[in-house]
């Protein structure tokens, strides 16, 4: 198959998460050369497949199949039907990221030489909540002593242009949970009871939006942001007896669980609460002078003319899972500018040149 051709039959795949569409039996078959594992858990598809074509670094393509929901509404073509018009190509998962699995499936495919081990990890399960997924698969090659020395997750990361960024890490996410305290009362007699909602009024513009840290050359600031705050019974005639508060921080190296319990005790400090802090994935950031950062540096400008830049914005993606394991991820893929949106699409040039960044990388890695 032509690039743009496989590129279209994923894209007609419809693999909502967890389903893979069947797209990974049909990789299996496509790369007959490769040794083929299957790491299924529950209703999660999960595929490894490797060649070793020297005793050189293991290189490792990592990303998803699955994608969200297309929506019943507003689309002006079929999400699962990929159709080509003015130079893009529209459907769910063009950005993210069937493009990216598309480039390297056909760049590892097309790869006749390489110094070491190349290998393709997909999942079913990134979208969703992630728990059998690209983990599972590690938890697996770690037994197996089968971990890559370096992975690129092919998410989408530019911004303006193609190829004007990668991600050489991501920032972690801890959510808190506050609980205020205070007695239920009669709106009319206000001072027999303690409104929760007054106590936390004058303390909020001390909280909310405010930065936990400086950043760094790398991350931007960790900041406090509110994403909910509830209290009382829909009524008008009733104090509440308790307010909920809900807060996200987006956390750089720089700030843990620790300093964010220490800034809501000094703000909350003499009020009875509670607070629960979770984190769902943690800051990670790959040195800039690793070979891999470096090879693709090269391999972008060779394709592209531009100088990209090292990024650590956005949310999360499965790179986190691979970052504590010593492994020198990054991320690289189309632009991000219709990701999860009604009408998802990429340009056929940045898919072409994503997988000619790939197919670069891989005959010229050292």
Not at 345 to 351: A, F, H, Q, Y
Request: proline share 4%; net charge negative.
């Amino acid at each position: 198959m032509e690039l743009l051709e496989l590129f279209k039959y994923m894209i007609s795949c419809k693999s909502q998460t967890p389903d893979d569409g069947g797209l990974l039996d049909f990789i299996e078959k496509y790369l007959p050369d490769f040794t083929a594992v299957r790491v299924d858990v529950e209703d999660v598809k999960n595929l490894f497949i490797y060649k070793k074509f020297g005793e050189g670094d293991h290189l490792c393509f990592a990303g998803h199949v699955d994608v969200v929901p297309a929506g019943s509404e507003g689309w002006d073509t079929n999400p699962y039907e990929a159709i080509e018009k003015d130079g893009y190509i529209y459907g769910r998962g063009t950005q993210d990221m069937k493009s990216g699995v598309a480039a390297f499936v056909q760049a590892v495919h097309q790869a006749k030489s390489f110094d070491g081990t190349l290998s393709i990890l997909l999942t079913s399960d990134e979208e969703g909540d992630a728990y059998y997924g690209t983990v599972e698969v590690l938890k697996y090659l770690k037994k197996e002593n089968m971990l890559p020395d370096y992975a690129i997750v092919a998410e989408p990361t530019c911004e303006a242009a193609f190829g004007d960024a990668i991600k050489v890490g991501r920032r972690g996410s801890i959510n808190g949970y506050i609980t205020l305290k205070g007695k239920q009362g009669h709106a009319a007699y206000p001072e027999k009871g303690i409104n929760p909602i007054n106590l936390i009024a004058p303390r909020l513009a001390l909280m909310a939006g405010v930065n936990l840290d400086n950043g760094d050359a790398f991350f931007a600031p960790s900041k406090f942001v509110i994403t909910d705050i509830r209290a009382g019974m829909q009524v008008t005639n009733v104090t509440p007896n308790e307010l909920k508060m809900m807060f996200n921080v987006r956390n750089t190296t720089l700030t843990g669980q620790e300093e964010v319990a220490a800034f809501v005790a000094k703000h909350l400090d003499g009020l009875d609460y509670e607070l629960k802090l979770t984190q769902g994935s943690y800051p990670f950031r790959t040195d800039t002078d690793t070979k891999v950062v470096k090879n693709i540096a090269q391999a972008i400008a060779e394709v592209t003319g531009l100088q990209t830049q090292h990024s650590t914005a956005g949310g999360t993606s499965d790179a986190r899972f691979m970052a504590p394991l010593g492994i020198k991820v990054i991320e690289f893929g189309v632009r991000n500018d219709t990701i999860h949106s009604v009408n998802e699409r990429t340009s056929v040039k940045e898919v072409e040149d994503l997988h000619k960044v790939f197919a670069t990388l891989i005959s010229s890695w050292r």
